[in-house]
């Protein structure tokens, strides 16, 4: 009888132990594919051209409209730009004047002048109004050419209306010999007013590189500061 017992007490025991088995179940993580997000499409881009300020100088029978432009579009150039002056004199129209066409690339700003105007009334003028006409949007090539200006002098009449030399060192490595090129300065006073411009214009002479050359200006008193530019024209 006691052997009975022991039995059934052992096989309770090994049912309990065998009771407690069992499947674990492990959790599988399924990798989802994530769409890349759609690449923005650019603004439309701001063809535009505008005029940051503007000025005359006269010296004798001479005068010289100046302005300065800037070009709004951000990543479209613009070739064949021509700059329209109106020199005034008490706000009425006298001569009508314009720039050699002229390239801008973009954020570009350029200081621009007409060729010297001497005929009469032009050496009267107190005043200009100036419009731009825009040639051909399109991507340009390469990068504007370098000018860098150095110190001015007086070259005639110091005190008052007068020619100074402005001197500029202008250059481009992508410039190819015989290409039209000009070159301009403008003059202002201590209020930073425009009193006069000058420019030139030559056949680039070689491949690339860089020349000093000076640019004579017809300014309205002696200048406080100058500024120049330079651009490949047609």
């Not at 940051?52 to 800037?70: C, K």
């Not at 064949?80 to 129209?93: E, N």
């Not at 020619?163 to 301009?184: C, K, R």
Request: with cysteine; glycine share 12%.
């Amino acid at each position: 009888m006691r052997r009975f017992l022991l039995c059934g007490v052992a096989a309770l025991l090994l049912g309990g132990c065998g009771s407690g088995s069992g499947t674990t179940s492990t959790a599988t993580a399924t990798a989802r594919a994530t769409a890349p997000a759609p690449t923005p499409t650019p603004a439309p881009d701001v063809q535009r051209i505008d005029v940051l300020s503007t000025g005359v100088g006269t010296w004798e029978l001479i005068a010289v409209p100046a302005a300065v432009i800037h070009n709004a579009a951000s990543h479209t150039g613009v070739s064949g730009v021509v700059v329209h002056f109106t020199l005034t004199k008490g706000g009425k129209p006298l001569n009508a004047l314009e720039s050699p066409q002229l390239t801008l690339y973009p954020g570009q700003t350029l200081v621009v002048t007409s060729y010297q105007c001497t005929d009469y009334p032009c050496y009267t003028a107190d005043s200009v109004a100036v419009t731009v006409t825009s040639g051909t949007w399109t991507a340009l090539p390469g990068a504007p050419l370098t000018a860098t200006g150095g110190a001015f002098t007086c070259t005639k009449s110091c005190t008052g209306h007068g020619q100074w030399d402005v001197p500029i060192t202008v250059g481009s490595p992508n410039l190819l010999a015989n290409e039209q090129v000009a070159i301009f300065a403008s003059c202002a006073n201590a209020a930073v007013t425009i009193i006069g411009g000058g420019s030139r214009q030559l056949l680039w002479p070689q491949v690339g590189g860089s020349l000093n050359l000076d640019v004579p200006v017809i300014v309205n008193g002696p200048p406080a500061s100058c500024q120049v530019g330079a651009t490949t024209s047609n």
